[in-house]
């Protein structure tokens, strides 16, 4: 069988996902003393983009509406909300990783959204061209340098 990067991708995807409900749905939420513990929050989106881990231990979850923290035991969301400039800047949540300084940094469909974890907010970051007007961006990969700065890649 010849795979392809986009059918290997699909079945990292689907392994990633088989084992976030074989370890999230049956055993979660069983203590050592054997009482069920309730997790609290749902996905609204059932399509997920991305997944990672950051520095404390929660799982970020980024689906086509919203990004999701789960600590273990509730699951957080995190919306775009127009009325609201420490929100994320975009609901489709493609790309997120973290930074030295705990800071998760979060690719949507709008651009780039960082989350200061110590001020529990984001910060929006419009990405414009070179008429100042806002473009578009589908981001898809970071790169760190050595001097901690990032690089945003997209396909635009």
């Not at 990633?16 to 929050?41: C, D, E, K, Y």
């Not at 799982?59 to 919306?79: A, P, V």
Request: aromatic share 12%; proline share 1%.
């Amino acid at each position: 069988m010849i795979l392809n990067s986009g059918t290997t991708n699909m079945h990292i995807r689907c392994v990633v996902i088989i084992f976030l409900f074989m370890t999230v749905n049956p055993f979660a939420g069983v203590t050592q003393t054997g009482h069920r513990q309730n997790i609290s929050g749902s996905l609204l989106s059932s399509k997920i983009n991305t997944l990672h881990q950051d520095q404390i231990g929660y799982i970020w979850i980024g689906t086509d509406f919203g990004l999701y923290r789960f600590d273990g035991y509730h699951l957080q969301s995190f919306l775009y909300d127009a009325n609201d400039a420490n929100t994320l800047l975009g609901n489709a949540c493609n790309l997120i990783a973290d930074d030295a300084e705990g800071n998760l940094w979060v690719g949507t469909d709008a651009g780039i959204s960082r989350y200061i974890t110590h001020e529990n907010r984001f910060e929006q970051l419009p990405i414009y061209d070179l008429n100042h007007r806002r473009f578009h961006v589908d981001a898809y990969a970071f790169l760190s340098d050595d001097r901690g700065g990032y690089l945003l890649l997209s396909n635009n």
